[in-house]
């Protein structure tokens, strides 16, 4: 079964979560913690690569490396973000091909106005639901895989309002969206109005748990009672190395010794294994060759 028909049959068992990852490290982490999925959030791809918040920084190229190196080290389906699909229709039909060959096996793609923002910021604008309906159509025309799986996401919230949320997902659930996603609901209301009016559509609902941005805090038993098949957790592992990093530097450099924070560190070895030396050994003394003496 590939990937992406994998994904697909999570939805028989719901709820689940989409756990997020913000590198090939991390992604292998959330592979061995047991995560049925993995999120490449455009939030955390903007920080790791570039150093920069979520505003439309990365290039549709840089994203499509970045997802291509976390599919290599991973087999479970990894849910990609999409951003507005990097420019027009020629340019979201571009999207979806880099996004199956770089091995993802779902995305979600948003109505904001170029330059885009994060979900959660302030200042964001919308296309209008009929340009947000032609990217669709024309995404869906260019995906080969029949089991990918396409998010049409709104970010009306915080900038229409929840009425205008609802009609553009009823818009992209009738242009052919295989799932919806409203961002940054801001109240157990919010979700209460998306799920009761969206519910009937008969498409997958998505609700992002990022914590301390807009949305309440709500657990995955919760948010499935409310009528959410899955989640995702975008940005965690992120703000969690950020954290940990930032409080390991600080410590050492006012201790100025590593015994100070040897507990906050992986072993050497430990770290080796993880990464595959031990296997990597094994396979070169596979294909050595004996060379006689001069």
Request: hydrophobic share 45%; with cysteine; glycine share 8%.
């Amino acid at each position: 079964m590939t990937r992406s028909a994998r994904f697909r049959e999570l939805f028989k068992s719901p709820p689940f979560v989409v756990l997020g990852a913000h590198d090939a490290l991390t992604a292998m982490l959330a592979e061995q913690a047991g995560a049925k999925a993995i999120f490449v959030s455009g939030f955390a791809a903007s920080a790791i690569l570039a150093g920069q918040a979520d505003i439309g920084v990365l290039s549709q190229t840089e994203m499509f490396e970045h997802i291509r190196r976390i599919a290599r080290v991973t087999s479970v389906p990894i849910f990609a973000d999409a951003d507005t699909g990097y420019g027009g229709i020629l340019d979201v039909q571009r999207t979806m091909r880099l996004w199956e060959e770089a091995g993802a096996s779902a995305l979600h793609l948003e109505d904001q106005a170029v330059p885009k923002k994060c979900g959660h910021f302030a200042g964001k604008q919308l296309i209008s639901t009929g340009e947000m309906c032609q990217k669709l159509r024309a995404m869906l025309a260019a995906r080969t895989d029949p089991d990918f799986f396409i998010v049409a996401r709104t970010d009306a919230i915080a900038v229409t309002g929840i009425d205008d949320a609802v009609a553009r997902l009823t818009a992209y659930a009738e242009a052919g969206a295989d799932g919806l996603y409203a961002d940054a609901p801001e109240s157990i209301e919010h979700l209460q109005i998306l799920s009761e009016r969206l519910k009937p559509l008969g498409k997958p609902l998505l609700f992002n748990m990022a914590r301390t941005g807009k949305s309440p805090v709500v657990t995955l038993e919760a948010i499935h009672a409310l009528g959410f098949d899955f989640t995702l957790a975008p940005i965690e592992s992120m703000l969690a190395m950020h954290k940990a990093v930032k409080e390991t530097m600080e410590t050492f450099l006012r201790e100025g010794t590593t015994d100070a924070i040897a507990d906050r560190l992986t072993t050497f070895g430990e770290f080796n294994r993880f990464v595959g030396l031990d296997k990597a050994v094994e396979e070169e003394k596979r294909y050595a060759i004996d060379f006689p003496a001069a």
